[in-house]
């Protein structure tokens, strides 16, 4: 409050007296706790930075990924219908449930492989060779 009112006007019980000084004492109070808290805020940054740089590391190996998981079902896919005459028909679920698991752990290794290392190109063409996979590179725009 402006010092030109009447100090008893602190007295009222319905009104709570206030002053600059109490307002400048809280304020810093709050800037030093605030204050306080930087270097928290500091490592989380770090570690958002440190997550983002992986992130995008991995992104690397997204279309060899992307490619290995279309050709192996197609694989898959290509066996499946070559054994469907084969089996009965009530085992032909059973079997693509086989084959889709199967799949999948191979796939788990290979891209555990590549993610070890995702700088890494000579990975990603060893992968691309073994396969024969055709990759599309991403457009970056």
């Known amino acids: 409050m402006p010092r030109n009112i009447e100090s008893k006007v602190g007295e009222l019980e319905f009104v709570?007296?206030?002053n600059m000084d109490m307002f400048s004492d809280a304020t810093d109070r709050a800037y030093l706790m605030r204050e306080?808290?930087?270097?928290?805020?500091?490592?989380?940054?770090?570690?958002?930075i440190e997550d983002y740089e992986a992130w995008l590391s991995e992104q690397n190996v997204v279309?060899?990924?992307?490619?290995?998981?279309?050709?192996?079902a197609t694989i898959r896919d290509s066996e499946l219908e070559f054994m469907r005459d084969k089996i009965s028909s009530a085992d032909v679920d059973k079997m693509e449930n086989l084959a889709r698991r199967?799949?999948?752990?191979?796939?788990a290794f290979i891209i555990e492989y590549l993610k070890g290392q995702p700088?890494?190109?000579?990975?990603?063409?060893?992968?691309?060779?073994?396969f024969k996979l055709?990759?599309?590179?991403?457009?970056?725009g």
């Open 63 to 72: 279309p060899a990924i992307k490619a290995l998981m279309d050709e192996l």
């Open 36 to 48: 306080n808290e930087i270097p928290l805020v500091e490592k989380i940054i770090e570690k958002e």
């Open 16 to 18: 709570d007296l206030a």
């Open 102 to 107: 199967v799949v999948n752990k191979i796939a």
């Open 119 to 130: 700088h890494c190109q000579y990975r990603i063409e060893v992968v691309e060779e073994m």
């Open 134 to 140: 055709t990759v599309e590179k991403e457009s970056q």
